[in-house]
Every structure is written in structure tokens, then in C-alpha cells.
């Protein structure tokens, strides 16, 4: 098995070839496809879509990952499997059902339904089965079989598609026929890397098994304690996409198209700063929850200093080249967007103080303290709710930005002080201080009863 630092090396690239093809198809669509108005519609049922998904899949692919990694680190590979069976059902089962509840209701309320609908319905078991491949595939440490279908895949089959719409309508679309070309593209790559799934031999790390039998290895997981786990999961989960996409549906709603497709690129430019953290995230969710089970406190915090450094010194130089070439970057998809680098340069703020505090949310969500994460997450969202619907109508986009921001801002810090505290551990970059590694010695979390 290879090194944990050449995996992290290799879901890097991995994530900065996913950004750098995303951010191709992002310029093709905004600057020579289709105007900021269309952008902003097919970004809004796009997003829509995946929001839906999240809502429907009840938490279940975060706690699946948690109990997979449980089952694995004692070898219990028949067991993960009818785990993860089981959670497949539920997962498409409630995803199919939103579906046909997003469109009967918007029937009911509007007398009919939109081609924008149907595919946004369709799209939601389709998310759905996309969630569970992932977590199905990192609980195994599978860097390779998580990102490549949807991360690299997704952006070059859409752009292949798009191509082939720009030349049969001579340069411009509608955002029907963008959201039917991503919605195909989605489709294939997640039933490709599912069949993939199916057919490799589950992988289980040794660095994660259990050395020894003074541990009871865990039994089947029922019904009642998947959901008793997914459910605050699928609060968090839902929360937490509300932070990051809150600002741009209530744009939609509250400004104009335009200036919500201009946003967006903006959002997604500033996500740059968040690939150290997510090449992290990936395989220390599996790994914090096998250390979790196997009571090796003193790992987890050498993990966690050891994911800092990383986070550190991947996030400086991306978010220092993007506030000098924020403009030029924006400037590529058009003149127009060049009105969003202010916005852009806030959410950089919001997004050093994601990345400076670490795996805070899948650290606690991986060590069963779920609960903790949707208590602070609700008081967050709401009020993030408000702080748009306050500012956007005065400051635009950029208001947008600054509510965001600062809410990601104290749900992050609020986090990092429950992890010290409940944990005794450190994610976040204070960790890498001289004499950082002395201040928990000694102290023991108080760890859960299966």
C-alpha cells in the first residue's frame, strides 16, 4: 500500500486536474456559449439538483462511511458489503421518491411542469447513487475509483457535449439543453464508476486494521442506528450545502440572472483555495474513523499535524496568486465578470479561515459526535439566511459574499474550540506552533459506547 502522503500527493492532482477541467468547461460556457443570464438559470437547477440529492440521501452515505471504515478495520468485509447494499436501497429509494415529490408539487402549484424540472427530478437519484459511490470507494482509501469518474470524467464529457451543441446552434444554447447534456454526463459516470465498484475486491489498509483482539468488533448495523447516525449527518450535510450555495439561489431570487451567473464564477474560482483540504478530507475521513474505533488517540493527533502541514502549505501560494490574478482570472469569462472580484476577495477570507481550521465537521461526524456539528451548523445556516436576504438587496453580490463568509467564518472557529475540548485533539493550523504537540498529552476524549 502506498505511503498516506503519496495518496494525499495523488488526490491532489487528482482535485487540481478536476478544477482546472471544471474551470475550462466554466469558461466555455460563460464566455462562448451562452450569456450570464442563461449561465445563472442552469447554475440555479444544477444546483437545485445536488441540493435535492443531499436532502434525499438522509445523511446516509456520511454514516455509511463511518460504519464501513468501522467494519473494514476489523476485516469484516461480509459485512461492509451488506451495509453498503442496504444503504444503496435506502439512498435510491428516498432520492426517486423527492423526485416525484419535486415535480407533483410544483404541478400542483403552477399547473404544470417545465423541461427544467423534470430533469432537475431525474437528476436527484442520480446525485443520489453518485454520494454513495463516493463513500462506497473512500471507506476503501480508492483515491483513484472516487474522483476519477465524477471529478475528471464529468467536466470532459460535458465539455464534449457542449461542443457538439455550440456547433449545431451556431455558438449558442438554452439552459434546458445545458442541464440535459451535465444530467447524461452525471448519469454515465456514476452507473460507470458503480459497476466499477461491483466488480473490484474490497480493499481493506492495514495501517487501519486492528493489530490485536482486545477490541469486540462491531456486529451488523441495523436499520435504527443507521438512521440514528445518517439523520443528524443529513442535517449537517444539508446545512452545510446551504452555506455555500444559500448565496447564490437567493441571488437568483433577489438580483437578477446576471448577476448571478457572474457570481458564481466567482464562487467557484475562490473554491480553488479548498483542494489541499478536500485532498486531505478524502482519506482522512476513513482513516480518523478506524483510528476513532481502534481508541488510538496519540494517531489521530500525529494525523491531524501531519494533514495541517499539508493544508498549509498548499492554501498559501493558491489563495496569494488568485488575489493578484483575481481579476485577469474573472476577466477570461468576459468583461462583465470582472464586477465580481471584490465578492471574490471576501469569500478568499471565509475560505483561509476553512482551510486554516482543518477536517473540523468530518472529524467529529467520523468520531460519533454528530449531534455536536448539527447543533452549531442550524444557529449558522439560519442566520446565514438572514444575512442574505439583508444585505443582498442593498450590496448585491457582494453582500452575498460577506454573509457567507463570515458565517463559514464562526461555524468553522466554533468547531475547532468543540474539537479541543471534546476530543482533545487539534485540525486546525495552531497545531504546527512550537510546543503545540505538549497541550493535549495526557488527556483522554471519552470515547463512545457501541
Keep these: 500500500m502506498p505511503s498516506q502522503q503519496k495518496q494525499i500527493g495523488w488526490s491532489m492532482f487528482l482535485h487540481v486536474l478536476h478544477f482546472a477541467l471544471a474551470a475550462t468547461l466554466q469558461l466555455m460556457l460563460a464566455r462562448w456559449a451562452v450569456d450570464s443570464a442563461v449561465f445563472g438559470v442552469y447554475v440555479f437547477y444544477f444546483s437545485l439538483a445536488q441540493i435535492l440529492a443531499i436532502l434525499a440521501d438522509l445523511g446516509i452515505p456520511s454514516a455509511a462511511l463511518r460504519f464501513i ?63 454513495m459511490n463516493e463513500a462506497w470507494a473512500k471507506s476503501q482509501h480508492r483515491t483513484t475509483l472516487t474522483l476519477l469518474p465524477g471529478g475528471v470524467l464529468h467536466p470532459m464529457l460535458v465539455m464534449v457535449g457542449c461542443l457538439g451543441l455550440f456547433g449545431l446552434n451556431f455558438g449558442t444554447v438554452e439552459a434546458i439543453s445545458l442541464l440535459l447534456v451535465a444530467g447524461c454526463v452525471v448519469a454515465v459516470c456514476s452507473l460507470v464508476q458503480a459497476v466499477w465498484l461491483a466488480r473490484t475486491d474490497v480493499h481493506c489498509p492495514e495501517k487501519n486494521r486492528c493489530p490485536d483482539d482486545e477490541l469486540e468488533p462491531p456486529n451488523d448495523f441495523s436499520f435504527r442506528e443507521l438512521l440514528r447516525v445518517s439523520l443528524p449527518m443529513l442535517l449537517v450535510a444539508g446545512l452545510g450545502i446551504a452555506m455555500s450555495q444559500t448565496d447564490v439561489i437567493m441571488l437568483k431570487w433577489l438580483a437578477s440572472d446576471a448577476e448571478t451567473g457572474e457570481y458564481a464564477v466567482a464562487v467557484r474560482i475562490s473554491w480553488l483555495t479548498m483542494l489541499p483540504l478536500m485532498a486531505v478530507n478524502l482519506l482522512a475521513a476513513p482513516t480518523y474513523a478506524s483510528l476513532w474505533e481502534l481508541r488510538d488517540i496519540g ?109 463559514l467564518s464562526i461555524w468553522n472557529l466554533a468547531l475547532v474550540v468543540i474539537i479541543w475540548k471534546t476530543l482533545k485533539l487539534d485540525t486546525s493550523w495552531l497545531n504546527l506552533l512550537p510546543g503545540a504537540k505538549k ?7 471519552v470515547f463512545e459506547r457501541r
Design 69 to 131: 471504515s468501522r467494519h473494514l478495520a476489523f476485516g469484516q468485509i461480509d459485512r461492509a458489503r451488506r451495509l453498503v447494499r442496504r444503504s444503496y436501497g435506502m439512498v435510491l429509494s428516498s432520492a426517486t421518491l423527492l423526485g416525484i415529490l419535486l415535480v407533483a408539487g410544483v404541478w400542483l402549484i403552477r399547473g404544470g411542469v417545465s423541461n427544467l424540472v423534470w430533469v432537475t427530478a431525474i437528476l436527484i437519484p442520480v446525485f443520489g447513487l453518485r454520494f
Design 439 to 445: 497541550r493535549f498529552v495526557g488527556q483522554i476524549p
Design 299 to 407: 494517531g489521530m493527533r500525529d494525523k491531524g499535524r501531519e494533514y495541517s502541514v499539508f493544508i498549509l502549505l498548499g492554501t498559501i501560494p493558491i489563495l496569494l496568486i488568485l488575489l493578484a490574478a483575481g481579476k485577469t482570472i474573472l476577466g477570461w469569462h468576459g468583461a462583465e465578470y470582472v464586477v465580481s472580484y471584490i465578492p471574490l476577495v471576501i469569500m478568499l477570507g471565509g475560505q483561509l479561515v476553512n482551510s486554516g481550521v482543518g477536517s473540523t465537521a468530518l472529524l467529529l461526524n467520523m468520531t460519533g459526535h454528530q449531534d455536536i456539528v448539527a447543533m452549531i451548523f442550524a444557529p449558522c445556516a439560519i442566520l446565514n439566511v438572514i444575512a442574505n436576504a439583508i444585505l443582498i438587496p442593498s450590496l448585491g453580490a457582494t453582500g452575498a459574499a460577506i454573509a457567507t463568509s463570515v458565517c
